[in-house]
């Protein structure tokens, strides 16, 4: 059975509270946090996300249980890499998916972690 809420504001158990438009407009609508072990991509956690896929070597595709209603969304992302300094670039967004790239700051090359 399928039904409607219709609210203004959203309280929690201890009072606080936020405006509806808060919790539809500025909440994360995607998120995701994976380990990669040679070519296999494991999610230790997410919210909208049904993969990631392993593209090549330092390239991967986060793909959306829920795809997005255009492509005019913001994405932006972190890297963590024990051995060396890296960073995370957005490749492409598309409505189902967004592809990233992660690099070695001191040689420029494609890094997996």
Do not use: E, P
Request: proline share 0%.
């Amino acid at each position: 059975m399928a039904g409607i809420l219709v609210a203004d504001t959203l309280q929690d158990g201890a009072g606080n509270s936020t405006a509806m438009d808060n919790a539809i407009y500025g909440s994360a609508k995607a998120w995701v946090q994976f380990g990669v072990s040679g070519s296999v991509c494991t999610i230790n956690a997410s919210y909208n996300v049904s993969s990631v896929t392993y593209v090549g070597s330092g390239n991967y595709t986060i793909n959306y249980t829920n795809a997005f209603a255009d492509t005019h969304y913001s994405a932006s992302g972190i890297t963590n890499q024990n051995n060396y300094n890296a960073y995370m670039c957005l490749q492409t967004l598309n409505t189902s998916s967004t592809t990233v790239i992660v690099r070695n700051a001191a040689n420029n090359a494609y890094v997996d972690n």
